[in-house]
């Protein structure tokens, strides 16, 4: 392994370090009351560590919010989407679920602090965006006619409900299992939101 590998992995490991310790501290303190010395202990790191990497502790949750993002948008865009059936959990949504589980503090974070809100947002556009592409790509395949009702109105209107569903779920420390719920909101969706489209009869 060559030495820029080995530093990319420490590099890695220490901003996941440092991420993990300000989420916890969020959830405990609050962000406003939250030192850089409460940080870099938690994390079991020094001051200069702390500024080789980031100025202060908004930067740090800024490029934690984008790293986290980032990470959800490629697991989806390598996905196979898969087949359209109301009796199969959608591999989008099971995803997105896996993901919340797979950073649970920075969802309860996101979930109950006012600087999450632009996440949340950015959450609910990049989901409707990909449902407007489910949309599309079922229209295509059934009859390519327009609905009286507008995709992209569809599509806001699922993706306003998934991220509500996220909240519950966090809120209720993530009992039900990620392709149970895809499942389920799956059937929602098909029998429901696409059914009214006329993409399935």
Do not use: C
């Amino acid at each position: 392994m060559t030495e820029d590998k080995k530093l990319d992995r420490r590099v890695v490991r220490t901003r996941q370090r440092l991420r993990s310790a300000l989420f916890e501290l969020i959830l405990e303190e609050g962000f406003d009351r939250l030192t850089i010395k409460q940080i870099t202990d938690r994390a079991d790191l020094n001051h200069a560590t702390f500024y080789l990497h980031y100025r202060d502790k908004q930067e740090l949750l800024m490029r934690s919010m984008e790293e986290v993002f980032q990470d959800l948008v490629a697991r989806i865009n390598e996905a196979d989407m898969g087949s359209f059936s109301p009796d199969q959990p959608p591999l989008p949504l099971i995803l997105v679920f896996e993901h919340v589980r797979d950073y649970a503090d920075f969802y309860r974070v996101m979930i109950d602090d006012r600087s999450g809100t632009a996440f949340m947002e950015q959450l609910r556009s990049t989901i409707a965006e990909i449902s407007l592409g489910r949309i599309q790509q079922m229209r295509a395949l059934v009859d390519g006619k327009p609905s009286s009702v507008s995709d992209e109105l569809s599509a806001n209107y699922a993706a306003g409900a998934l991220v509500g569903v996220v909240a519950w779920w966090v809120k209720g420390d993530m009992q039900q299992d990620p392709a149970d719920l895809a499942l389920q909101i799956g059937g929602i969706i098909m029998r429901g939101l696409y059914a009214s489209l006329g993409l399935i009869r």
